[in-house]
Each structure stands twice: as structure tokens, then as C-alpha cells.
């Protein structure tokens, strides 16, 4: 594995779990009146095990619920944006000015790591709490 291999997927491994899920959508939490917790992919029924009611989550909007999605990849994108618009130039005048400016990276490196992805993982999380919430009704 090179390097730059093992830097992307500390990049991506950054990525909470429940944003993953790229095109597809994240799954939704479904908190059933008994309290279990089950969860299941947009428009998908889930039965509760402890009390059988069944919860339909195509009861949410789906442009309500595509609209979070979005804006979720747009926050990933954003990330892996930046990330290559710090380093690409770097690379790219390495190769013209020589490759000592490579030793350039490792500053970058840090201050990504030390200074960018905290405040972008604090983003994130404050967008999940702030997430919308909807109130289904068991079929
Ligand atoms: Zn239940």
C-alpha cells in the first residue's frame, strides 16, 4: 500500500458510519413506542421484535429525506475537495520546482489533521443532532 493509499482511507475512515452509505442513503433510526430502536434503509418497513408493531418509513417525505442526504455528501465532498486542492498544487510544483517540496506534505499533513478534520467532524456531528425528526405511525 503507498502512502497516499493509506491516507485516503484515514480520510474516509473519518467519515462517521451512518454517512457511508453514499448514493444510497443512510439508514434511518426507527424508535418504536416500546422503546427498541431498529433501523432501516428509506422506504422499508420495520417490524418491532418486542411488541410487532410495524413502522413504515416510507411514511417520511422523500424529498425531505434526500434533501439530508445531500446535504451530507455535499459536506464529504467538500472534505475530499479541499483535501486535494491543498495537495495537487503542491505535487504538481514539486514536479516542476523539484522534490524537496515535498517535504511540504507532512506540514500540510498536520495541520490537516490537527486542524481541519476536527473542526469538519464537529460539523458533522452537530448537523446529526440537529437532524430532522419525524413522527410515524405504526400500520
Ligand atoms: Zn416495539
Same mark, same amino acid.
Given at each position: 500500500?503507498?502512502?497516499?493509499? +493509506?491516507?485516503?482511507?484515514?480520510?474516509? #475512515?473519518? &467519515? =462517521?458510519?451512518?454517512?457511508?452509505?453514499?448514493?444510497?442513503?443512510?439508514?434511518? /433510526?426507527? +424508535?418504536?413506542?416500546?422503546?427498541?430502536? #431498529?433501523? &432501516? =434503509?428509506?422506504?422499508?418497513?420495520?417490524?418491532?421484535?418486542?411488541?410487532?408493531? /410495524?413502522?413504515?418509513?416510507?411514511?417520511?417525505?422523500?424529498?425531505?429525506?434526500?434533501?439530508?442526504m445531500r446535504?451530507m455528501r455535499r459536506?464529504r465532498i467538500?472534505?475530499?475537495?479541499?483535501?486535494?486542492?491543498?495537495?495537487?498544487?503542491?505535487?504538481?510544483?514539486?514536479?516542476?520546482?523539484?522534490?524537496?517540496?515535498?517535504?511540504?506534505?507532512?506540514?500540510?499533513?498536520?495541520?490537516?489533521?490537527?486542524?481541519?478534520?476536527?473542526?469538519?467532524?464537529?460539523?458533522?456531528?452537530?448537523?446529526?443532532?440537529?437532524?430532522?425528526?419525524?413522527?410515524?405511525?405504526?400500520?
Amino acid at each position: 500500500m503507498t502512502s497516499r493509499n +493509506r491516507w485516503r482511507s484515514v480520510l474516509f #475512515g473519518q &467519515v =462517521p458510519g451512518a454517512y457511508n452509505a453514499g448514493m444510497r442513503g443512510a439508514q434511518i /433510526t426507527v +424508535r418504536c413506542d416500546c422503546g427498541d430502536v #431498529g433501523y &432501516v =434503509p428509506h422506504g422499508e418497513r420495520w417490524r418491532c421484535d418486542k411488541c410487532g408493531r /410495524t413502522w413504515n418509513t416510507a411514511q417520511i417525505p422523500a424529498d425531505e429525506y434526500w434533501g439530508i442526504m445531500r446535504d451530507m455528501r455535499r459536506l464529504r465532498i467538500t472534505v475530499i475537495a479541499t483535501a486535494l486542492g491543498l495537495t495537487v498544487p503542491i505535487v504538481a510544483l514539486a514536479l516542476i520546482l523539484g522534490l524537496r517540496l515535498l517535504l511540504l506534505l507532512p506540514v500540510l499533513m498536520s495541520f490537516w489533521f490537527l486542524f481541519y478534520m476536527p473542526r469538519w467532524r464537529r460539523q458533522v456531528r452537530q448537523r446529526a443532532r440537529s437532524l430532522r425528526r419525524w413522527k410515524l405511525h405504526p400500520e
